[in-house]
């Protein structure tokens, strides 16, 4: 929770950087464009961290000498798919052009997504990695690596996207470079401490280094549904984006500001979903189906409460929050933006207790190995969503009057919905307690 948390502010750090840097388009531009990179990694890299619900089922069952080489199948799938993220990476201005980008950010959106594709492997090597020291449940190790990692983030921030000391201001060129700098600086902070002798005596780390189809077929079996649930989940929140893009510079900028602290509060909810998966896939294996039930319980408890107090901040204190915003230098246009954020926040204050129970549930269906369900329910529900806001929006307009903005923001909270009330009914079935990911 730590660890994504530290990534959640970031986040919050670089675009909120960004709107004091300029006038507010260069963070429009970030969101867009980091969006779009999401989409392109988010299939790789769910399937980079299926290593973690793995690595724990095979401790679970006394298999640790098998740790080693299941690690290397997420190295040599990583070094397989860069080429195609280059490709991506190449021809984003055709890809923001086409989806109706205001031509004024798209020079920006594809900078910014060109040299954030440089740290893409390096992201890659990190998951399968940050798999691994959570599926031998050493998280201290990914906690002081985050910490590490987000404070000099936030420092190349500063400094690229500002200046100074001999380096020119680069704006949103700088926010990409200082992401990559961070993306490889993690990856080698793992990777050193991986080579430790203690971890190769007992996970066989060196010995394990080669290609074994088996394992291989594991990691791809179980790993591509959750790769395609993110990339499902990633496109539908994209289509969404450059939906709302296409409103205008404005609604776009108060969707970033809203977006923004949502992310605060959603990605370490996402560190106690990636937990919930590790403690159940472990608990199967070793303890039965009790610890792993037990292991959800606690975990909803906490994402819950965790929920609370930031849906109390959306709803009783958006002028503190958005304050943020106007530390520093604001037009009248980002004025409009902030007042605009300020009623996208109570969508998010609603959606918030919604998505911590699903992505609890989520993970623990995926620990379990449940991942094909999961991927299905996400693409029926995002369908569904899509549908309603594609067609449903402008007759809404029309009749009730409704802005197009908030229609959109309301279909994404009708997409969390569907997503948990599907995910309460599989959990609740009880299939996923005899299901196992190594035999």
């Not at 991506?88 to 594709?117: D, M, N």
């Not at 996402?270 to 303890?287: E, K, P």
Request: aromatic letters at 14%; one cysteine or more; charged letters at 10%.
């Amino acid at each position: 929770m730590v660890s994504t948390g530290t990534f959640s502010l970031v986040l919050f750090a670089d675009r909120t950087l960004l709107l004091w840097f300029g006038d507010g388009s260069q963070m429009s531009a970030a969101m867009a464009a980091g969006n779009l990179y999401w989409a392109m990694v988010c299939m790789p890299i769910g399937i980079a961290g299926m290593t973690g619900a793995i690595v724990a089922q095979l401790i679970g069952s006394g298999r640790e000498q098998q740790v080693g080489r299941f690690l290397w199948q997420s190295v040599w799938f990583a070094t397989a798919v860069v080429p195609l993220l280059a490709i991506v990476a190449y021809t984003a201005p055709w890809w923001f052009r086409v989806s109706g980008q205001p031509e004024e950010l798209i020079a920006a959106e594809a900078t910014y997504l060109r040299i954030l594709t440089f740290g893409a492997f390096g992201s890659l090597i990190e998951t399968a990695l940050g798999g691994f020291f959570s599926g031998i449940q050493r998280t201290r190790i990914i906690m002081w690596s985050s910490l590490a990692t987000g404070l000099l983030n936030i420092l190349l921030d500063v400094w690229f996207i500002f200046g100074g000391l001999g380096v020119p201001a680069m704006g949103i060129a700088g926010a990409a470079m200082a992401s990559v700098i961070a993306f490889w600086f993690k990856a080698v902070i793992y990777i050193v401490i991986l080579l430790r002798p203690a971890f190769e005596s007992r996970y066989h780390i060196r010995q394990g280094w080669g290609w074994d189809p088996s394992l291989l077929y594991k990691l791809l079996y179980y790993g591509v549904p959750a790769g395609l649930q993110y990339l499902t989940e990633a496109g539908v929140f994209t289509l969404i984006v450059l939906r709302i893009g296409q409103l205008g510079d404005l609604p776009l900028r108060a969707t970033a500001m809203a977006m923004n602290f949502s992310m605060v509060a959603f990605i370490p909810l996402v560190g106690v979903s990636i937990a919930t998966s590790v403690l159940v896939g472990h608990h199967l294996t070793s303890r039965g189906a009790a610890g792993a039930i037990t292991a959800v319980r606690s975990a909803l408890g906490i994402a819950l409460s965790y929920s609370l107090i930031w849906a109390c901040l959306y709803v009783f204190t958006p002028g503190l929050l958005l304050g943020f915003y106007r530390l520093g230098q604001t037009d009248a246009d980002t004025e409009v933006a902030i007042e605009m954020a300020r009623g996208l926040l109570r969508f998010v204050a609603v959606y918030i207790f919604l998505d911590s129970i699903q992505l609890i549930l989520t993970g623990a269906l995926r620990g379990a190995g449940d991942t094909w369900f999961v991927l299905a329910t996400t693409i029926c529900s995002s369908g569904i969503a899509l549908g309603i806001g594609w067609w449903g929006i402008e007759p809404a307009v029309a009749q009730f009057g409704i802005s197009r903005l908030h229609g959109w923001w309301g279909v994404i909270t009708l997409w969390v919905w569907l997503l948990s009330m599907l995910m309460i009914a599989r959990y609740r079935q009880g299939r996923w307690q005899a299901m196992r990911m190594v035999s």
